[in-house]
């Protein structure tokens, strides 16, 4: 079995960071997952984005340690803050920051910008034209997939990033999302633009699969909707396969917690403290969902054979062996020395459930976004079953 290397730069934003089922608790070096004393000193945070998976949680974690928070965005997502939030609108796409200049021409400045869709390096170059000077610190969300080499375990942030073929500055979100085979690279790339511009007062956050409540890609909601219908489940490999992925919460409380400490640097924002297989992840997950449904493990070889796609149609997995038996063995330990902690897989599980429940019934009807079809699940089990007939 091998998978190609464009097929493990295409999980893209998607990479991991963990949640180990039944360890909710905190790490010695940072706050309890949610909690939401004041912070020992206020800062004034500027947040491009703000209303995505993990901004929300930014923001609400960010007013409830008393800081003061700006959000820059388009202003499509409009939400309810639990207190005052100063919006200001414009489009990165077409380089329209406008509202933040004229707030700069009158000698505005935040103590940290905190950079969640920086996925061109355009976006990069564009907002420090207008910041650079008027931001104490400057922290961008990269990825786990920015990283040349997923095929040797152990490795941390030191590790070599992957290159870009090509003009990074030409890429567009349009571009990217034509060809995501792309992502590694281009995050490589939006990692070098925010060192140039902002050095040792940038912070790199490298996430792996981001989940919980709001994410929109299904990635993880696959797997407690499936087992919540019951029946024959199909799971990869022998569930053995090291698994890594984070709570959108915990992500976006632990960057707060790093800008009040003044941390900078590149940190590979997943866990837990513990290993965590899919074996693991799976029978969690059903054991907050269901009784009913019946987990069949099938061969890597065979789902390869069947051209059943990890990621895909099996969300969250990648094997554990080959060209990606270190994307889910990445240290972790420079993260947990600064703080970050995780919530309990139940938690998550209980939480993507909520939110799901709530979603408009076409969205709920509507096939998810990410995991194997039903016909095609129910025809990889049976051939399975028959492979010695």
Same mark, same amino acid.
């Given at each position: 079995m ?6 493990v ?9 963990v949640?180990?089922?039944? !360890?909710? #608790? ?14 020992? #000193?206020?800062l004034s945070?500027?947040i ?11 923001? *609400? ?10 959000? /820059?965005? #388009?202003g499509?997502?409009?939400?309810e803050?639990?207190?005052?939030v ?14 933040l200049?004229a ?8 103590? &940290? ?7 061109v ?22 990825s786990l997939s920015?990283? $040349? ?32 085979g792309? /992502?590694a ?7 070098a +633009?925010? @060192?140039?511009?902002?050095g ?6 490298r996430?792996?699969?981001?989940v919980?409540?709001?994410? +929109?890609?299904?990635?993880?909601t696959?797997?407690?909707m499936?087992f ?17 992925y984070?709570?959108?919460?915990? @992500?976006? %409380? ?6 009040? $400490?003044? !941390? ?5 924002? /997943? ?9 693991? &992840?799976?029978?969690?997950?059903r *054991? ?6 019946? @987990? ?6 065979? &789902? ?15 094997p554990?062996?080959? %060209?990606?038996?270190? /994307?889910?063995?990445r ?12 919530r309990? @897989? !139940?938690?998550?599980v209980?939480?993507?459930q ?7 019934e076409?969205?709920?009807n509507a ?8 016909? #095609?699940?129910a025809?990889?089990? !049976?051939?399975w079953?028959n492979? *010695?007939?």
């Open positions: 091998s998978i190609e290397r464009r097929d730069l295409k999980l893209g934003a998607l990479a991991a960071a949640t180990l089922a039944g !360890a909710g #608790r905190a790490q010695s070096s940072g706050a309890a997952p949610g909690e939401t004393r004041n912070a020992t #000193r206020k945070i500027l491009l984005g703000g209303t995505g998976l993990t901004g929300p949680h930014q923001v *609400a974690y960010a007013l409830s340690r008393g800081h003061e928070v700006t959000i /820059f965005n #388009r499509r997502k409009q939400r803050w639990p207190g005052h100063e919006q200001l609108l414009g489009d990165r796409d077409v380089n329209d920051y406008k509202s200049a707030e700069v021409a009158k000698g505005r400045r935040w103590d &940290l910008c905190i950079d969640n869709p920086s996925s390096p355009h976006w990069i170059r564009d907002a420090a034209a207008v910041l650079k000077g008027h931001v104490g610190g400057y922290m961008m969300v990269s920015a990283y $040349a080499d997923n095929a040797t375990p152990g490795q941390d942030e030191t590790a070599a990033l992957a290159t870009f073929d090509g003009d990074p500055m030409a890429e567009t979100m349009t571009s990217l999302r034509a060809d995501m792309k /992502f690279g281009l995050k490589a790339a939006t990692e +633009e925010t @060192l140039k511009h902002f040792d007062a940038a912070t790199i956050i996430p792996g699969l981001i919980g409540p709001g994410d +929109e890609t299904d990635r993880f696959y797997w407690p499936r919540a219908k019951g029946g024959e489940v199909l799971c990869p490999g022998d569930g053995r396969d090291p698994i890594r984070i709570d959108s919460r915990d @992500l976006g %409380e632990w960057m707060v917690r790093v800008a009040e $400490a003044g !941390a900078t640097g590149a940190f590979n924002a /997943f866990g837990p403290d513990e290993a965590l297989d899919m074996a693991g &992840l799976l029978y969690g997950i *054991a907050s969902t269901t009784a009913g449904a019946r @987990l069949h493990w099938v061969p890597t070889e065979f &789902l390869m054979a069947q051209e059943v796609s990890p990621w895909g149609d099996m969300p969250v997995w990648v554990g062996q080959g %060209e990606s038996a270190g /994307f889910h063995t240290s972790h330990a420079k993260a947990v020395a600064a703080g970050l902690t995780f309990s @897989l !139940a938690d998550t209980e939480a993507t909520a939110w799901f429940a709530a979603q408009p076409e969205r709920r096939p998810l976004r990410a995991g194997i079809s039903a016909e #095609r699940e025809e990889v089990l !049976a051939a079953r492979r *010695a007939s």
